[in-house]
């Protein structure tokens, strides 16, 4: 048997217990040679694990919400199961000094997890752990939560020797109630935020119409005598500020340098501008893009089309809760353009596996970019983000330093990569399609684009490129 004693040094009993715990954590018999039970120490043990568990349910909220006194009688519950074993283990075995021992050892082993879980809790917050970590962290979390209890029943099974079929038993039983009171306590935590239930208000209800009829009637015609881009952007998800902040930056950026004024028009989803800006639905879409196909000059001009928002293969995300929405699908948007009568398309899309609107959208008379390969995901939709990292790498940055398309997608794609690689993401592998007819009249297009640039367009054997192509 084991002796298990402390010394009437609280420092020094500290001391040995974090080592106890130490050894538990790797589920060895050596914990009970260091641990100190006192009651002084439980009282200390059970004071820390309340506020290293604290800490990790704030930080688990975002750092918001209130406390909750009933998560915090949950947890308490653990360590009292714990005192309980431990004066029934003493009974048992006539071993007085092991009363206090699961209770502490617990507590010891807890307060290290909670305070290893409130680390990376805090680091993922801040986007400093591996992109592929994320998925896994629940999953952590809830096996380290598990293994401090089996830990515990696997060290004193052991050195009691209690028989095989009693350990599986004991094993097994402490598996199923920890699996039953993580279910049962979800809605329970130490740190709670009430849910708040989305709301429309009366006046973004009768506004949307307005708003969206005022904008189209600001586009202007087409003067027919050059080419002439018009400019669409469309933001999808209202729940995140960066896919409105693009957007709008980006329409600005058209507007002025692109010279894109009274031709550009955006459909903004975002919790704060329901009253203010027309909202991004598919009847909204397809009003648009009826609109200014009815004002292009179908042979000459050129609609650029820019998405963003989350993606999932072959669906980019719409959303303004309360309202029911459907997704939009690539069949579905390419329906939409084919209605319009729209010919010369430019379609960039910013959200995870966007490339997988690839296939439906390609057409002769289209160029088609996006931010990821169909497979792939893309990255930056943080609210504290203007732009994601597609989109300043392509808008932001290499458009501004550019005179062609290609040349910039060329740039953006050499640098999400590098932002990519230094994060430890999976390359999201940027896609750059265009239709035969497109990529010959791509170059005279870009003379209206950038009016300041010399565009080289390299004749044929025997002609120039000719300004009008036909479809195939």
């Known amino acids: 048997m084991i002796e298990i004693k402390a010394t009437p040094f609280f420092w020094q ?166 699996v039953v009171w993580q279910l049962s306590v979800q809605d329970q935590p130490i740190w709670k935020v009430e849910p708040v239930q989305p709301t429309l208000t009366e006046k973004a209800l009768y506004a949307q119409s307005d708003l969206l009829q005022q904008d189209l009637q600001a586009l202007q015609p087409s003067l027919y005598a050059d080419t002439q881009w018009y400019f669409m952007g469309v933001a999808g998800a209202a729940y995140q500020d960066v896919f409105k902040s693009e957007v709008e930056r980006i329409k600005a950026q058209f507007d002025t340098r692109f010279g894109m004024y009274g031709r550009s028009i955006a459909l903004i989803n975002n919790d704060a501008t329901t009253e203010t800006l027309p909202m991004a639905t598919p009847t909204s879409i397809q009003r648009t893009l009826n609109r200014i196909g009815s004002l292009m000059n179908r042979d000459n001009d050129v609609l650029f089309l820019y998405l963003t928002s989350h993606g999932l293969v072959n669906q980019f995300e719409l959303s303004v809760e309360p309202i029911a929405m459907d997704t939009m699908d690539p069949k579905w948007l390419r329906q939409a353009l084919d209605s319009t009568g729209i010919r010369w398309r430019v379609i960039v899309i910013s959200s995870c596996y966007s490339g997988s609107f690839i296939p439906a959208l390609q057409s002769p008379d289209t ?65 750059w399609v265009v239709g035969e007819n497109m990529k010959l009249i791509l170059p005279q297009f870009e003379r209206s684009l950038f009016p300041n640039a010399a565009v080289n367009i390299s004749p044929t054997p025997k002609q120039t490129i000719p300004f009008m192509l036909k479809a195939k």
């Open 367 to 431: 160029l088609i970019i996006t931010a990821s390969a169909a497979d792939r995901e893309s990255f930056g939709c943080h609210n504290e983000l203007d732009y994601t990292y597609f989109g300043r790498a392509f808008f932001d940055e290499a458009l501004r330093e550019n005179n062609s398309l290609q040349s910039a997608f060329t740039q953006a794609q050499k640098t999400v990569t590098k932002w990519e690689m230094a994060q430890g993401f999976e390359p999201s592998e940027p896609q």
């Open 13 to 178: 009993n500290l001391r040995k217990n974090q080592i106890a715990g130490m050894w538990l954590f790797l589920g060895a018999k050596r914990s009970l040679d260091w641990v100190a039970p006192t009651p002084i120490q439980l009282l200390f043990w059970g004071v820390a694990g309340c506020l290293a568990n604290v800490l990790f349910s704030w930080l688990s909220t975002g750092e918001q919400g209130d406390f909750n006194p009933q998560g915090l009688i949950s947890y308490l519950l653990w360590p009292f199961i714990a005192l309980i074993a431990g004066i029934f283990l003493s009974q048992r075995t006539e071993w007085q000094r092991i009363m206090l021992v699961p209770a502490i050892l617990w507590l010891v082993l807890d307060v290290n997890v909670a305070l290893l879980q409130s680390l990376l809790q805090y680091l993922g917050q801040q986007d400093l752990l591996p992109n592929f970590s994320y998925r896994y962290l629940p999953d952590l979390f809830m096996l380290l939560f598990v293994w401090q209890s089996l830990a515990l029943v696997w060290v004193l099974a052991r050195t009691l020797r209690w028989p095989w079929w009693e350990r599986i038993l004991i094993l097994l039983t402490t598996l199923f109630t920890l």
